[in-house]
């Protein structure tokens, strides 16, 4: 095949198919992708989780993670929230001719390796290639499913009164290092994104017999969006700042460019809302995990009106408001 994505590898003739045998079909390659048909046949259950979402970060490759990963990861974490076991997914890859085709496969190659992490299979996709200066190189756009076993809990999403709120690990990484990368900010050591995919954490909690009443994986609009909306209009939530986990380097770019970690975004980050006699056995069956040895209770869930407030260092409270606008366009 050649060194650049053409115009003629999106038209469905021999470039296309020499695309999907040299580049997605090697590191895909699965009992169920390999007919090639139009949709692929899976076993499934009696109850599905089903998602789909969108990938259009720029840059396409930043310390920690990349377009592939990204997507994958968050492909995964959106059905492990919803207490599903993810299973499958299919990705649509929009791609702008002239790019490298070695680009390409470097993406691909860390999507089969996050779908490997994370135990799911890519059964199923689409390319289309588009006129160089349409897309910022490469899109990409999954579906994930995922199956509960039976007789499994399924999270109500809303939070109860005297529950704690925990995350699994440090906040604002992923969001700082897309930024940092972007601007060419030359932080040493380089900001990290936590992309990856985080069904092990969700099931660690749900199989030690932990009724979570709420998960979310807090992507745009971080901490502060997620927590907004389980406040609701009937529950306040009290955060302990202090107590929330932020890695150092992160730490210091929110400080120098005056931008709140609360509304940094994450990708490899799950918030849990559990009651408080639960909170101990979660955060042991969490930090079992290397990624999750920061686990903390960072909040707590209290009557009110939805309003979410966030216990400073100085022992003062300040109120946190839903995101408006974007403060980090293009981090996923």
Same mark, same amino acid.
């Given at each position: 095949?050649?060194?650049?994505? =053409?115009?003629?590898?999106?038209?469905?003739?021999?470039?296309?198919?020499?695309?999907?045998?040299?580049?997605?079909?090697?590191?895909?390659?699965?009992?169920?992708?390999?007919?090639?048909?139009?949709?692929?046949?899976?076993?499934?259950?009696?109850?599905?989780?089903?998602?789909?979402?969108?990938?259009?970060?720029?840059?396409?490759?930043?310390?920690?993670?990349?377009?592939?990963?990204?997507?994958?990861?968050? =492909?995964?974490?959106?059905?492990?929230?919803?207490?599903?076991?993810?299973?499958?997914?299919?990705?649509?890859?929009?791609?702008?001719?002239?790019?490298?085709?070695?680009?390409?496969?470097?993406?691909?190659?860390?999507?089969?390796?996050?779908?490997?992490?994370?135990?799911?299979?890519?059964?199923?996709?689409?390319?289309?290639?588009?006129?160089?200066?349409?897309?910022?190189?490469?899109?990409?756009?999954?579906?994930?499913?995922?199956?509960?076993?039976?007789?499994?809990?399924?999270?109500?999403?809303?939070?109860?009164?005297?529950?704690?709120?925990?995350?699994?690990?440090?906040?604002?990484?992923?969001?700082?290092?897309?930024?940092?990368?972007?601007?060419?900010?030359?932080?040493?050591?380089?900001?990290?994104?936590?992309?990856?995919?985080?069904?092990?954490?969700?099931?660690?909690?749900?199989?030690?017999g932990i009724r979570v009443h709420a998960m979310r994986d807090p992507t745009r609009g971080g901490v502060a969006a997620t927590l907004c909306e389980w406040a609701g209009r009937e529950r306040?939530?009290?955060?302990?700042?202090?107590?929330?986990?932020?890695?150092?380097?992160?730490?210091?770019?929110?400080?120098?460019?005056?931008?709140?970690?609360?509304?940094?975004?994450?990708?490899?980050?799950?918030?849990?809302?559990?009651?408080?006699?639960?909170?101990?056995?979660?955060?042991?069956?969490?930090?079992?995990?290397?990624?999750?040895?920061?686990?903390?209770?960072?909040?707590?869930?209290?009557?009110?009106?939805?309003?979410?407030?966030?216990? =400073?260092?100085?022992?003062?409270?300040?109120?946190?408001?839903?995101?408006?606008?974007?403060?980090?366009?293009?981090?996923?």
């Amino acid at each position: 095949m050649t060194d650049e994505i =053409t115009l003629a590898h999106g038209s469905g003739g021999e470039a296309y198919r020499e695309l999907v045998e040299e580049i997605f079909l090697p590191a895909f390659k699965n009992e169920y992708i390999a007919p090639l048909t139009d949709s692929a046949v899976l076993p499934g259950g009696p109850r599905l989780a089903f998602t789909t979402d969108g990938y259009v970060v720029q840059p396409l490759f930043f310390p920690g993670g990349d377009i592939g990963r990204l997507a994958v990861s968050g =492909t995964v974490n959106d059905l492990a929230v919803s207490g599903a076991l993810p299973r499958y997914i299919a990705v649509s890859m929009v791609l702008e001719a002239g790019l490298c085709a070695q680009t390409l496969r470097r993406a691909v190659t860390s999507m089969a390796g996050a779908a490997r992490e994370a135990g799911v299979l890519i059964v199923t996709g689409d390319t289309k290639v588009v006129p160089c200066g349409a897309c910022d190189g490469m899109h990409i756009s999954t579906s994930g499913i995922g199956v509960f076993p039976d007789g499994a809990y399924v999270p109500p999403q809303r939070v109860e009164i005297g529950d704690a709120v925990i995350t699994s690990g440090p906040v604002a990484s992923h969001g700082m290092a897309v930024m940092a990368a972007r601007g060419g900010m030359g932080f040493d050591p380089p900001i990290e994104s936590d992309a990856r995919p985080m069904a092990d954490a969700v099931r660690r909690v749900l199989d030690a017999g932990i009724r979570v009443h709420a998960m979310r994986d807090p992507t745009r609009g971080g901490v502060a969006a997620t927590l907004c909306e389980w406040a609701g209009r009937e529950r306040n939530i009290l955060l302990y700042e202090e107590a929330l986990p932020v890695k150092p380097g992160a730490a210091a770019a929110c400080r120098i460019l005056g931008i709140d970690p609360l509304y940094v975004a994450n990708e490899g980050v799950i918030l849990f809302s559990l009651a408080h006699k639960d909170a101990g056995a979660a955060l042991e069956a969490l930090r079992e995990l290397p990624a999750c040895r920061e686990a903390a209770v960072v909040g707590e869930v209290g009557a009110g009106e939805g309003i979410v407030l966030a216990r =400073t260092r100085l022992n003062t409270l300040r109120r946190v408001l839903p995101p408006r606008g974007e403060q980090l366009p293009r981090i996923c």
